[in-house]
């Protein structure tokens, strides 16, 4: 029963491509999140949704655009791919958008390979 | 700026022995606290956490932590480590009533059988 689940696991493509990444949860939870992870291990947030609706949004390219069509799924597309973007990316889900008494948990992971 | 501050990226040490990873934070105002594990792998997982009350915080798997607020620290220990602990740990830190999670650039731990 996995509660936060990504896919794919793994996703090497070219300079130029747009990709997705898909994330789904079901724990009930209103507030999803997308967080990078570079080579350094530094984990930055990206985005987060809650009940479908963008509350954060911080600097990050609009190649990336995340759509949530449900509150169970938050899934991140990527245009025109650039080296740079070459990072595991993370998706998260919380009960409630403000973190008091609600952490977040975690998928497995996307590690995306830009060539 | 306001940050997480993790010292001691790289840690090595022998089965039985104790750890203690610091964490230092930045952010002024009422703050949550946390500790989250990733395993060689595997996504994070919270491994303990703070919001008030009890300063000395205990987890799972026998780790524990400890708010020192006018130290803005929030240390990891674990008093005897085992191979299965081998992994990366993440301290994070959220102000109260925000909901963003910051997140320090973690310690990888490697315990020696």
């Known amino acids: 029963d996995t509660a936060v689940s990504q896919t794919p696991k793994y996703l090497v493509t070219q300079m130029g491509n747009d990709k997705s990444i898909k994330c789904e949860q079901n724990?009930?939870?209103?507030?999803m999140y997308w967080y990078k992870q570079d080579s350094k291990k530094f984990l930055k947030i990206m985005f987060s949704?809650?009940?479908?609706?963008?509350?954060i949004n911080e600097t990050v390219p609009n190649r990336f655009s995340p759509k949530s069509p449900d509150k169970a799924h938050l899934n991140l597309h990527i245009n025109s791919l650039e080296l740079g973007d070459s990072a595991v990316y993370f998706c998260?889900?919380?009960?409630?958008?403000?973190?008091?008494?609600?952490?977040?948990?975690f998928g497995n992971g996307t590690r995306l390979t830009v060539t | 700026a306001q940050s997480v501050s993790q010292h001691n990226h790289h840690v090595i040490l022998s089965e039985a022995a104790s750890l203690e990873l610091g964490c230092n934070y930045s952010y002024g105002g009422t703050v949550n606290l946390f500790w989250y594990v990733q395993y060689p792998g595997q996504h994070l997982q919270l491994l303990l956490k703070?919001?008030?009350?009890?300063?000395l915080v205990k987890g799972i798997k026998g780790f524990e932590a400890e708010f020192i607020k006018s130290k803005f620290s929030f240390n990891l220990r674990k008093p005897s480590v085992q191979w299965s602990d081998t992994a990366e740990y993440f301290c994070a830190v959220n102000v109260k009533g925000n909901n963003r999670l910051a997140f320090g650039k973690g310690n990888q731990v490697v315990v020696i059988p």
């Open positions: 724990l009930g939870h209103d507030t």
């Open positions: 949704y809650n009940n479908k609706e963008l509350i």
């Open positions: 703070y919001f008030s009350g009890d300063p």
């Open positions: 998260a889900s919380s009960q409630v958008p403000v973190i008091d008494n609600s952490p977040l948990h």
